[in-house]
């Protein structure tokens, strides 16, 4: 619907490992953000990407890391994955880092065992 | 102390009353207001901007209060497809949203 896309739609890992979140932006969208939702809470944003740099960060240790890529693709990385880390990830676009509007995927469903 | 903070509820209402939800926000430069729809398991959808003289989409109407720092969302009118959890949100510096933790509302026929 938003033209936002996420993959994998869920995935299981085991604690130690790591993972990597894909989201492609909708069309002519330069800038990408990351939240973490917690079951029960509101999303915490992460970080947000403008033209394949990163132009803001939330409060998330290093092992939260990503990329922007030159087609403004994203991809959110977290190493030494941990129990707490089990949560939707959810990507958003917008058409520049000034513009409101930002454009939910459907997330990412990541259970950490 | 949360830098956006929403009553969890449940609100539990029959089709037809109308019920309000309010946000308080701890960041007085806060620059932009929104309220996002979010139904269970799936992504955040914006449902409204608010702005300062307050504004009106159909049965929705969105008040901001910046000396209070407290935002509020009426819905007149409940119907069944309005049960969801709705978030309110802030844009501090047009990086980064900050959400609240959500109100659940469920509209019982």
């Known amino acids: 619907e938003t033209g936002v896309t996420q993959s994998p739609t869920h995935l299981i890992k085991t604690r130690g490992q790591q993972v990597t979140l894909r989201c492609s932006s909708q069309s002519g969208h330069n800038t990408v953000s990351w939240y973490q939702q917690a079951l029960g809470q509101g999303p915490q944003f992460i970080f947000q990407?403008?033209?394949?740099?990163?132009?803001g960060r939330g409060n998330f240790p290093p092992r939260f890391s990503g990329l922007q890529f030159p087609n403004y693709s994203s991809e959110l990385n977290v190493n030494a994955l941990e129990l707490d880390d089990s949560a939707l990830y959810l990507c958003a676009s917008r058409q520049d880092r000034a513009t409101d509007t930002q454009y939910f995927g459907p997330g990412t469903r990541l259970t950490v065992l | 102390r949360k830098e956006v903070e929403q009553d969890p509820g449940p609100f539990n209402v029959p089709e037809g009353a109308t019920v309000a939800f309010n946000c308080t926000y701890s960041n007085s430069a806060s620059q932009s207001f929104f309220w996002y729809r979010q139904d269970c398991r799936k992504e955040p959808k914006l449902l409204m901007s608010v702005y300062s003289s307050g504004n009106e989409d159909g049965r929705f109407t969105a008040q901001l209060n910046r000396a209070s720092q407290y935002i509020s969302l009426l819905i007149r009118d409940s119907k069944l497809s309005d049960s969801a959890t709705y978030l309110c949100v802030v844009d501090n510096a047009g990086n980064m949203l900050t959400f609240g933790g959500g109100t659940r509302l469920m509209v019982k026929p």
């Open positions: 990407y403008y033209r394949e740099e990163e132009n």
